[in-house]
């Protein structure tokens, strides 16, 4: 039986926020059997607290931020991402300041943190949430669906009018039975375009953004020395988003999602169509560990 899991000591970090562009100390704390992953703001009076769930996503202009009452986060996906790439399902987040910190643009600092604090399993076992029917969110010529699927995979598609954009980033097919999340997805980092960054600043947003936080692009190239860490590095991100927000649904999901076009509004609205219908998902637990999907058994748990 795959039981629930956490870290098994506190961890500290800090860094800067991609869109407010202040310095924020974060810390990770374990936490009990079905407590879930809840942020807390210990620079606010009170550290009110908000819990990671679909329902409680607010604004959705290029990250998800939690909302409840006082206490607000936002930039959540990429952590979110890395706790579902580790399968931890209970965690207590410090984070003093209104948004994480972005890193460098990617989950793999997230995944070094975790994983340098260990995980360790608890007594009970882990839940997942199966879906049995189809749901599907539109908007314009963007859509995401989920499928029922005996394990979990994405299947997602792209497309900007940039010559870096080659028809062969533009798609990807994720099946975690087959792929390891911690090589192959977690280090792919958001990236933007250099013509969008006087609106966005305009805007209040990236302003902690720098070619050491996301890959830029101008008008024909990728301005970042280094170059690209995949070539379908772009698509990946989108991936990696993608884990993070639907790990908002509060367990790990046994299904398929594609999706083209998408981005943080479609995957909570699809979330929410999804948790508002009953009949299209179960919460499941296994009581044989050969009877958990494949996707679900290559977790480390001691630190890397």
Request: net charge negative; proline share 5%.
């Given at each position: 039986?795959?039981?629930?899991?956490?870290?098994?000591?506190?961890?500290?970090?800090?860094?800067?926020?991609?869109?407010?562009?202040?310095?924020?100390?974060?810390?990770?704390?374990?936490?009990?059997?079905?407590?879930?992953?809840?942020?807390?703001?210990?620079?606010?009076?009170?550290?009110?607290?908000?819990?990671?769930?679909?329902?409680?996503?607010?604004?959705?202009?290029?990250?998800?931020?939690?909302?409840?009452?006082?206490?607000?986060?936002?930039?959540?996906?990429?952590?979110?991402?890395?706790?579902?790439?580790?399968?931890?399902?209970?965690?207590?987040?410090?984070?003093?300041g209104p948004e994480?910190?972005?890193?460098?643009?990617?989950?793999?600092?997230?995944?070094?943190?975790?994983?340098?604090?260990?995980?360790?399993?608890?007594?009970?076992?882990?839940?997942?949430?199966?879906?049995?029917?189809?749901?599907?969110?539109?908007?314009?010529?963007?859509?995401?669906?989920?499928?029922?699927?005996?394990?979990?995979?994405?299947?997602?598609?792209?497309?900007?009018?940039?010559?870096?954009?080659?028809?062969?980033?533009?798609?990807?097919?994720?099946?975690?039975?087959?792929?390891?999340?911690?090589?192959?997805i977690a280090r792919?980092?958001?990236?933007?375009?250099?013509?969008?960054?006087?609106?966005?600043?305009?805007?209040?947003?990236?302003?902690?953004?720098?070619?050491?936080?996301?890959?830029?692009?101008?008008?024909?190239?990728?301005?970042?020395?280094?170059?690209?860490?995949?070539?379908?590095?772009?698509?990946?991100?989108?991936?990696?988003?993608?884990?993070?927000?639907?790990?908002?649904?509060?367990?790990?999901?046994?299904?398929?999602?594609?999706?083209?076009?998408?981005?943080?509004?479609?995957?909570?609205?699809?979330?929410?169509?999804?948790?508002?219908?009953?009949?299209?998902?179960?919460?499941?637990?296994?009581?044989?560990?050969?009877?958990?999907?494949?996707?679900?058994?290559?977790?480390?748990?001691?630190?890397?």
């Amino acid at each position: 039986m795959l039981k629930q899991r956490t870290l098994k000591s506190v961890t500290r970090t800090t860094g800067v926020g991609l869109h407010t562009g202040a310095r924020v100390e974060l810390t990770l704390r374990p936490a009990p059997v079905d407590h879930g992953i809840v942020f807390y703001r210990p620079d606010l009076a009170g550290g009110p607290s908000v819990a990671g769930i679909a329902g409680n996503v607010g604004d959705t202009r290029l990250s998800s931020t939690l909302n409840d009452g006082p206490a607000s986060v936002s930039t959540v996906e990429h952590l979110m991402s890395a706790l579902a790439g580790l399968g931890i399902d209970n965690l207590d987040v410090d984070v003093a300041g209104p948004e994480l910190p972005i890193m460098d643009g990617s989950a793999g600092p997230y995944v070094f943190l975790l994983q340098s604090a260990g995980i360790v399993e608890q007594k009970a076992p882990k839940k997942y949430l199966r879906v049995t029917r189809t749901v599907e969110a539109r908007d314009g010529d963007k859509w995401a669906r989920f499928d029922p699927f005996p394990g979990f995979k994405l299947d997602f598609g792209i497309d900007f009018p940039h010559p870096v954009f080659g028809s062969e980033n533009r798609h990807v097919v994720v099946d975690f039975a087959e792929h390891s999340y911690v090589r192959e997805i977690a280090r792919a980092r958001t990236f933007g375009f250099m013509q969008d960054v006087e609106a966005m600043r305009a805007a209040g947003l990236g302003l902690g953004g720098s070619l050491q936080t996301a890959i830029v692009l101008d008008e024909t190239k990728v301005l970042n020395s280094e170059g690209l860490r995949f070539d379908n590095e772009f698509v990946r991100h989108k991936v990696l988003d993608a884990i993070g927000d639907l790990y908002l649904l509060g367990h790990p999901l046994i299904g398929q999602y594609s999706a083209f076009k998408t981005g943080h509004a479609l995957n909570n609205k699809v979330a929410r169509a999804l948790l508002a219908d009953p009949g299209a998902f179960e919460v499941v637990t296994f009581a044989a560990e050969a009877d958990v999907p494949a996707a679900f058994q290559g977790w480390q748990l001691s630190a890397a």
